[in-house]
């Protein structure tokens, strides 16, 4: 299964957003990848949500590209729009070849800081989401998260119990907020639950609102296998499937999990 992440810096252009990830897009279909992931917010940055209908004109505008170019692609994760309400989904949307939406994984947990000089609450207008993403793609089952979910190790345990073999972490980390914790816990991810983890993060922004960039693809022992730093570009990686069920049976970790509560 061969994966690209798409790191750019979304500014407050929709369509300069898009035609920025569809450059890269179109590089990474030209090395024949079977699943093209985005960041989160890669559609939008800048003050407002920005929110779309799941039908919008740009939404199947993705499914045309993925049927065109016959890829499946992680959405990044997008701010949609609520029916008969003013709030919003932070959503990842999974499209198959074919240019349908096969998943949607709305996210779990809600950005919040609350220091002097940085105060962010998601939760404000943000509905969170309550189910595991979880999607099979090429016979392979995949997991998604976005962007804070991933300090909370507990969901990325429970894909890992549900078979998750490749997992995709859209993402939106700031280098104010989390700059260690970027470099430490998609690896920490990847080795505790023994997946491939591929953290597709923004890059670029100013003060507070700087990101970290650095997207990776990390096996499942630890071990980066592809990495970008704060350029804008894509980072590609061929991951063996067959290899990473052959170390779970030669190192059965997962076998012992107990849930304590």
């Known amino acids: 299964m061969k994966v690209s992440l798409i790191q750019i810096d979304s500014k407050d252009n929709k369509k300069e957003n898009i ?10 279909v030209i090395q024949n990848v079977d699943i093209i992931c985005l960041s989160e917010k890669f559609l939008y940055w800048g003050k407002g949500r920005g929110a779309e209908d799941i039908e919008s004109t740009i939404i199947n505008k993705f499914k045309e590209y993925a049927k ?12 949609l729009k609520v029916e008969h309400t003013d709030n919003i989904t ?41 189910s595991l993403g979880i999607i099979e793609i090429e016979g ?4 998604i998260g976005i962007c804070f979910d991933i300090r909370y190790p507990e969901y990325f345990k429970a894909l890992a119990l549900n078979g998750v073999e490749v997992i995709f972490l859209p993402a939106n980390f700031r280098k104010s907020t989390g700059e260690i914790a970027w470099e ?39 071990t980066i296998i592809s990495k970008i ?3 804008e570009g894509i980072v590609i990686a061929d991951l063996d499937i067959e290899k990473l069920r052959k170390f779970r049976k030669e190192f059965p970790v997962l076998k012992q999990v107990e849930i304590f509560g």
Do not use: W
């Open 229 to 231: 730093n704060k350029e």
């Open 90 to 130: 932070n959503t990842s949307l999974v499209i198959n070849r074919n240019g349908d939406i096969v998943h949607r994984y709305n996210k779990i947990y809600m950005y919040t800081v609350d220091r002097p000089d940085l105060k962010i609450n998601e939760a404000r207008d943000t509905l969170k989401g309550n």
């Open 19 to 28: 035609d920025k990830a569809i450059k890269f897009m179109d590089e990474s």
């Open 184 to 222: 430490i816990l998609p690896r920490a991810r990847a080795i505790e639950n023994q997946v491939y983890f591929c953290a597709c993060n923004q890059t670029g922004g100013t003060a507070e609102k700087e990101r970290c960039g650095n997207s990776k693809i990390i096996s499942y022992d630890g």
């Open 140 to 143: 392979v089952k995949v997991g």
């Open 68 to 79: 065109t170019n016959n890829v499946n692609i992680v959405l990044g994760s997008l701010a």
